[in-house]
């Protein structure tokens, strides 16, 4: 059976732990949920009340919907649906008595606690007094409920506050980390696969806004290709807000590296490439930093040794925030935000069009600069970078 609320309690953990920075965190979760909450709920009132944010709908609305949407905010902890009182302990009973009423007609529950915090130390009484009472209260008036203090079917939280008490029985984790547009602004080299948007997630996360960038070797890689990494970015924007993706034409410069230089250094020699206009791109469009999904030990191109190489093709600072993660933990964060069935859609990515069979694994940074001297880098990357295009998602 649908659950559905009037009154949602958002707690934010870390971003209540900011100290001076503390209402400006709080501003921008609470913009960032507005947002959010715009054209779906359009009469949500949102305030803040002592390290709480409390949702008031008009109306009865479906609980699991809203809170689906509020917790694609990021620094968002918990959410929990909730009822309102005076903070009055005959009020709060009669509450609470209403609650388990409904919890028993919608699921049947037979036991039950009661927890209390209570933050409003003017009031009489103390949180294990309020819970006896409550539960005792609950014991007589709903005849088929017994209390179980070690592992009850439903756990009825009370919230005694200055001038509300909440009651509630659930507490929904929604995915922490800092409100976005709190920490900076990276690039994400956005390829079709698994790991680029889960790592262009991760940072969003923490708060960095994000643009992207995707390389293609059209004709070699069609257009559908392309059309699946905007899905991609697409699915992001709904964590990450609107998001400016940028396409390159990569195909010039895959070409001069395959007729003039090893073949077993194709890839390593692509991806300075790749980072070099990344960090173009970057430059131009005030990002401070790149991303990648890169993974240790993940194919030849993540070596210790091949990601120094690739680091030393730019300057910039250059994050890689899968790269300690198992694929197992990275595919459950894929499927958790939804983008997993796109990526693995089978579209030919620009790397796999001129894939060498046995690429080196321990590349050495003298071997790839004289390579890359065979060819005019200086002259391809800019010829690449006209070729850029961008399109602004969400
Ligand atoms: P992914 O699943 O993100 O494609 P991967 O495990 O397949 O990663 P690689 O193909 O070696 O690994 O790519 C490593 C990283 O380089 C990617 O995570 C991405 O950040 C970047 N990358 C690779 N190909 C492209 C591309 N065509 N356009 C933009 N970035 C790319
Ligand atoms: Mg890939």
Redo the contacts with the bound molecule.
Sequence with gaps: MTQTAKTFLIRYGEVALKGQNKPYFEKMLMDRIRKLLKDDFPGAALTREDGLLVARLESEIDSEKFIARVSRAFGVESVSPAIETAVDMDEIGRAAVAYMREQIQKRSIKSFKVEVKRSNKAFPLQSPEIARQIGARLLIELKVLRVDVHDPECRLFIHVRRDRAFIYDEKIKGFGGLPIGTNGKGL??????????V?AFQMAKRGMRIEA????SYPYTSRQAYEKVRELAEQLTLFCGPIRLHSINLLSIQEAIVQNCPEDETIILI?RF?MKLAERIAQAKKCQTL?????LG??A??TIEALTVTDQAVSMLVLRPLIGLDKSDIIDIANRIGTFET?ILPHE???TVFLPKHPKTKPRLEDILRSESRIPAEELIEAAFLTCETELIG
Excluded at 188 to 197: A, E, F, H, M, T
Excluded at 291 to 295: A, K, L, R, S
């Design positions: 994400v080299l956005l390829s079709g696969g698994i790991d680029s948007p790592a960038l995707h390389f293609h991806r790749m991303i990648t999904g890169e993974n993940q194919v191109s993540q990526s990515d620009c790397c």
